[in-house]
């Protein structure tokens, strides 16, 4: 299926509810729709024609259009292509449904969880909204991926905010492996469930050594440089 067999196909299925298509670069479908639909498009896309969810990337696009963007990205490998969900948000009412749980798609777990943490989009019904990727003192109205945030942000801690653990199932002995990581290249913190010999769950602190590169990107270097510094950092 080429992109504008899906393009057809998908016209079809959701007729008026597509705001507007478009394709920006060969093997791409951009799809502009509204909040409203995103659980009924994504779950479309991932659960009836079997995409490959890749990522959920937020932007502050407040100095364009005055809102938000969230974009979810599919890739169909068998047609060699990309569609780009795009939802366009306001400003003075932000929010989005998190597709993680309303769309039953787990893989936007920790996509959806960064948006919210480092450009403060809400995430409604969200399964586990906890933060991911700020430190538990961080202070809860700073986003650090917000154009009008200053890179050379030294905020005080917030006080009174403790870390918020998963609770274990009934019964379950807790096993905390951390906040260190065994061999030293990313501390995190791992808490094991455990039921005898039989591991029933977990859960998962990280991100101690995030070095915030991505504002450093957008805040600093031209659209050359960035390429150059993603490919020599260290991916853990």
Same mark, same amino acid.
């Given at each position: 299926m080429t992109v504008q067999e899906m393009a057809n196909h998908l016209g079809k299925e959701f007729g008026a509810r597509i705001r507007h298509s478009e394709i920006p670069v060969p093997d791409m479908l951009l799809l502009h729709i509204d909040r409203s639909d995103s659980v009924a498009f994504n779950r479309y896309l991932f659960h009836d024609l079997s995409g490959r969810f890749v990522v959920a990337v937020g932007t502050d696009y407040r100095s364009e259009t005055g809102g938000y963007l969230v974009d979810y990205v599919y890739s169909f490998a068998e047609h060699h292509l990309f569609i780009?969900?795009?939802?366009?948000?306001?400003?003075?009412?932000?929010w989005i449904e998190a597709i993680t749980g309303s769309a039953d798609i787990p893989a936007a777990n920790w996509a959806e969880r960064e948006i919210q943490d480092m450009l403060g989009i809400p995430l409604r019904n969200h399964p586990d909204p906890r933060r991911l990727m700020l430190a538990?003192?961080?202070p /809860? %109205?700073?986003h650090p991926l917000r154009r009008d945030m200053p890179l050379q942000t030294y905020p005080d801690k917030a006080a009174g905010m403790t870390p918020v653990f998963k609770e274990p199932p009934e019964g379950a002995t807790v096993v905390p492996i951390g906040p260190f990581f065994p061999v030293l290249e990313e501390p995190a913190q791992f808490r094991l469930f455990i039921e005898g010999e039989r591991v029933v769950g977990g859960d998962y602190r990280g991100f101690y050594n995030h070095r915030g590169v991505e504002k450093i /990107? %957008?805040?600093?270097?031209?659209?050359?440089?960035?390429?150059?510094l993603a490919e020599r950092i260290c991916g853990i």
């Open positions: 780009t969900l795009r939802l366009s948000l306001p400003a003075k009412d932000l538990d003192d961080w /809860a %109205d700073l /990107a %957008d805040s600093q270097l031209n659209y050359n440089q960035v390429p150059f």
